[in-house]
């Protein structure tokens, strides 16, 4: 990968991409410097992207309707994450909240930054 500016989602996942793949790059070495360039890039659009301010706004089953619809991701790769489609359906449905575990593994595999994942949000209360 060239390395150039981040200017929209798909910029940011090739970039994402490319430090999973340099990740643990030693110090010093062209492929850790590489990872050390591109680790600021994509903070520096995430921020632009996400700024920390309106972060506080966003509703965490929101993000994740966000990440499927305009990232690229499935509401079945969410279901492999979490471990059923069922608990995918009831987070997504916000009839289930999202637990520190969960949250956890999207950060881990969709590489949402976790406190746009730990805001409060209103939960559907269950049928009786």
């Known amino acids: 990968m060239q390395i150039r500016p981040i200017r929209n989602d798909k910029d940011h996942r090739a970039a ?12 010093g070495t062209s492929e850790g410097d590489k990872l050390d360039i591109l680790v600021t890039l994509v903070e520096t659009y995430e921020e632009r992207r996400w700024p920390l301010k309106s972060r506080r706004r966003f509703d965490p089953v929101d ?4 990440a499927i619809e305009e990232l690229g991701h499935s509401q079945a790769e969410l279901a492999d994450i979490l471990g059923s489609r069922s608990r995918a359906s009831e987070v997504l449905a916000r ?3 999202l ?9 881990a595999s969709w590489k949402i930054p976790a406190d746009l994942l730990v805001q ?3 939960v559907t209360a269950k049928a009786a």
């Open 16 to 27: 994402l991409a490319e430090i999973e793949k340099l990740w643990g790059a030693s110090s």
């Open 120 to 122: 409060p949000y209103r």
């Open 63 to 66: 993000v994740l309707h966000y």
């Open 99 to 107: 637990t520190l575990e969960m949250i956890q593994k999207i950060n």
């Open 95 to 97: 009839r289930r909240p």
